[in-house]
């Protein structure tokens, strides 16, 4: 449902939010056969997604998946590849000074917002300066907090940064840092609205909106902005797109097979084999590169005795994590290993194998910590308490079959090592109370498609460990080390000793199953895939329809 | 009676009616206060999502929401501006409550009006054709009657869906593009009304076939489609009305099932993403509206039945 959640990391494309969308599918499982040949100039499109973006500005949208709308109509500084790396798009080209403090950006000339204004450097100025001021109220103000000053001239950018920043490259890739028209800006969040004159420079003019039923966009004839690495150029194909807003995933399936819409989002896992049999369907499954689902634990002695480590362990290897995610999405879902994601360049491959399903060694854990008794149920008691660990999960963030998973290890923690899992789904505002006062006990969930450095010193150190003694201190000085790394190297060597703090040392996060982002269309439609900044859906620049089936 | 007594008999129960209103309204603008501040958590985490713990931030977003007022000011703030007219802010949705509830609401009455003339509409036809039946037709429509009520609103609407859109692809799924996309969620919404509206009427006019007027109706050689439908509708059509006006709060409820399941536009999917989020500017103005719509509608019902029955008029005398 649509709820909306401004859950940004600071510095992070990380939404808790966004877990309400995320629903998880095996990498590479997608049948991309499709009769769509040669891309078809003109014609459109109608897509049937899940929720309704409460926001149309980069500046203040709310969801990981109000990107697949937004990115229609916003171009972003710089394009991230499939692999990562990063290349010219609104900008020509960028330079890094040797100590990582200082970029310079060429910005493309011949550019026009669709409400007539030129791009210049300054419009990007305007627009940088504009989130990073935090009294703006932006979410995203964290993601530029590096920045100590942006210097514009003609069409030459200069960002300096009071510290070396590895993730501003990732962070200028996304839609929340995408450049709208500088006439609009000072409007702040007035700004979205569909008719407060909201322009980018992207390959679609929003269009006619009716809240609550549908948006419709149409082409930019005059776009010449398109990232520079794909190999079509010029304005979109479709002449007009068209998404429905369709809560009920039974319904935007069904609408999609039924040929009411040509393309949908958001597909649970349980219902991919549905969509793999109907031959007039193709599905797609997104990059594996969002953090996966998993629990978070608080390590604080409020949380006693799970602010005992051996215990934390001890739960973490009482399930058999294959077994538990393969016989609830029936091998649409891959497991996780780690809170990276496996197909990210960042993910540690050590931790294959290195944790998990281990109830002997649990079990002794717990004996040696002393909680060797057990009550009539056989749960576990020391002094007469019972070994109980709460799970709160919001109850609007539950989706995909989750709380089935959540039940499984309940299950399983019980019968294997006797932990009591105790799984309740209050509000988010209750959640958030708990963790905000730092008396919350696990949090399951997801953050979507995060900067893993960012979104460690944000959500670990400024969230969840914000009002709590305990303090993760070895994942969040390696994710700073990384966050200021000068080579994709130092980076990705800080982020694997982050992965070892959170999952092997401290185990303050278990890792369950990866998340991805899912699309299905009609096999005439050609030229889907996924945006790597955000993992999600990608705009329709590079989509058509093809005439007949 | 003169002509004119009558229109001050009409008019003496418009101004209790409105004055009744006033008040309310006002109840109900005061109990969603104080349950939306009894709820747990506030909107402010709602805002603050996982910038819960930054410094300073919480302070700011209370004060931009008027939380940092003691409540009672916040209460009279509250009543203060919608008594201009003015629902404010909506923190979470980042737009002006009034428009956005405005523009969701034609949708709404569209489908509770087309669920509530629809239900009438087919509840007398069943009423004047089958009341005073055989044993075996009065228990046929009986156990129609109950699973119309005791069917989930929810799963009806999937079902319709399955059938005549997917299956024989007769209306939209979603939407509320013209006549076609309304027709599918205003079955879903009348089924239940029109249960318990069929029951009562088809008891009303069941007693009434074995009072002595019909006898004598009878007797005097009527056809049996002028007694039904000239005698005997009109006297049970008052009770069914009543019962109606008082159901439409019901059908609000069942709105923003139907809406959810049928992704359309509507007051009722605004309402529940905002209890969802506790926006109270929102649930608020919600509220008020539905309360006002309800007031209206009792209040036409009233004056219908003083219209349709003499006696309701000789009695306000």
């Known amino acids: 449902m649509k709820i909306n959640r401004p859950l940004t990391a600071a510095g992070g494309a990380a939404t808790l939010a966004a877990a309400l969308l995320l629903t998880a599918c095996a990498a590479g499982s997608g049948s991309t056969a499709t009769t769509a040949g040669d891309p078809v100039d003109g014609g459109s499109i109608t897509w049937a997604i899940a929720a309704e973006p409460s926001c149309f500005a980069p500046a203040f949208h709310q969801l990981l998946s109000d990107r697949a709308v937004i990115r229609n109509y916003v171009d972003s500084l710089v394009y991230q590849e499939e692999d990562g790396s990063f290349t010219p798009w609104l900008a020509d080209s960028w330079e890094i000074s040797e100590d990582g403090t200082t970029y310079v950006f060429e910005i493309a000339e011949g550019v026009t917002f669709t409400d007539g204004e030129p791009l210049t450097a300054e419009a990007v100025k305007v627009n940088l300066d504009y989130t990073r001021d935090a009294s703006h109220g932006s979410t995203y103000a964290g993601l530029l907090g590096s920045v100590s000053e942006i210097v514009a001239d003609d069409h030459t950018l200069t960002v300096q940064l009071s510290a070396p920043d590895s993730s501003l490259l990732d962070s200028l890739s996304s839609v929340a840092l995408g450049i709208v028209s500088p006439a609009g800006v000072e409007l702040g969040d007035e700004l979205c609205s569909i008719d407060s004159g909201l322009a980018g420079t992207g390959a679609f003019v929003l269009g006619d909106y009716t809240r609550g039923d549908q948006l419709t966009l149409t082409r930019n004839d005059d776009y010449v902005s398109a990232p520079a690495s794909l190999d079509h150029g010029g304005a979109a194909y479709l002449e007009q797109v068209t998404y429905k807003f369709i809560p009920e995933d039974s319904v935007r399936i069904g609408a999609l097979k039924a040929g009411q819409v040509d393309a949908i989002s958001g597909i649970p896992a349980l219902e991919v084999a549905n969509i793999e049999s109907d031959s007039s369907l193709q599905y797609l499954n997104g990059p594996r590169t969002s953090m996966p689902f998993g629990f978070t634990i608080n390590a604080d002695a409020a949380n006693a005795p799970w602010d005992d480590v051996a215990l934390r362990q001890a739960f973490r290897d009482s399930f058999d994590v294959d077994a538990i995610v393969d016989s609830v999405y029936r091998g649409e879902v891959d497991r996780a290993y780690s809170y990276v994601g496996g197909d990210s360049p960042e993910f540690d491959e050590s931790l294959v194998g290195a944790w998990g399903n281990d109830p002997e060694a649990a079990n002794a854990l717990l004996d040696a910590a002393g909680w060797e008794e057990r009550d009539g149920e056989g749960y576990r008691i020391k002094d007469g308490e019972r070994l109980t660990l709460d799970v709160t999960y919001d109850s609007d963030s539950i989706r995909d079959s989750r709380d089935k998973v959540i039940e499984a290890v309940q299950d399983q923690a019980a019968k294997n090592v006797g932990i009591d899992v105790n799984f309740t789904t209050p509000t988010w505002a209750e959640v958030s109370a708990q963790i905000a006062d730092g008396t919350w006990s696990v949090y399951p969930g997801s953050f979507g498609k995060v900067d893993y450095a960012n979104n460690v010193i944000g959500v670990w150190g400024g969230f969840f460990f914000a009002a709590t003694e305990y303090q993760p201190t070895g994942a969040i000085e390696a994710a700073t080390q990384a966050a200021t790394a000068l080579s994709p190297e130092d980076r990705i060597a800080a982020l694997n000793t982050v992965q070892q703090e959170l999952v092997l040392n401290e185990t303050v996060f278990v890792p369950v199953a990866e998340s991805t982002f899912q699309i299905a269309a009609r096999n005439a439609v050609g030229g889907l895939g996924f945006d790597f900044s955000s993992a999600n859906p990608d705009g329709n620049y590079g989509v058509w329809v093809a005439a007949a089936e | 009676m003169t002509r004119n007594s009558q229109g001050i008999v009409l008019l003496r129960g418009v101004i209790r009616r409105l004055a009744g209103a006033v008040v309310v309204l006002w109840a109900a603008v005061t109990v969603t206060f104080i349950g939306i501040r009894a709820m747990p958590g506030s909107v402010e985490d709602v805002v603050l999502g996982i910038h819960a713990n930054e410094p300073g931030l919480r302070e700011q977003v209370r004060s931009s929401l008027g939380l940092d007022q003691p409540v009672l000011v916040q209460y009279f703030q509250y009543l203060g501006q919608i008594m201009t007219g003015d629902f404010g802010r ?110 009562f009427m088809r008891e009303e006019i069941g007693r009434q076939l074995r009072l002595p007027y019909i006898v004598s109706a009878r007797s005097r050689g009527i056809s049996e489609f002028r007694l039904r439908n000239v005698h005997l509708v009109p006297h049970a059509a008052v009770a069914t009305l009543t019962v109606a006006g008082t159901l439409f709060g019901s059908l609000i409820g069942g709105a923003v099932i139907v809406e959810t399941v049928f992704g359309r536009p509507g007051i009722g999917r605004v309402a529940l993403s905002a209890v969802e989020s506790q926006d109270t500017p929102v649930i608020i103005a919600v509220v008020v509206l539905i309360t006002t719509a309800y007031v209206v509608i009792s209040t036409v019902v009233d004056l219908i039945a003083l219209w349709i029955d003499p006696r309701l008029r000789e009695e306000t005398v």
């Open chain 2, 90 to 199: 909506s923190f979470v949705l980042r737009a002006d409550v009034s428009d956005v509830v405005f523009s969701q609401l034609g949708p709404t009455l569209q489908l509770a009006g087309a669920a509530l003339l629809s239900a009438l509409l087919a509840v007398w036809i069943i009423a004047v054709t089958t009341s005073g039946g055989s044993p075996r037709t009065e228990r046929v429509i009986g156990v129609a009657e109950l699973l119309a009520i005791c069917l989930p609103t929810f799963w009806v609407g999937s079902l319709l869906i399955i059938w005549f859109s997917f299956g024989l692809k007769w209306f939209p799924a979603s939407g509320a593009d013209g006549p076609a996309a309304l027709v599918l969620p205003t079955i879903t919404l009348l089924l239940p009304l029109a249960g318990v509206l069929s029951q």
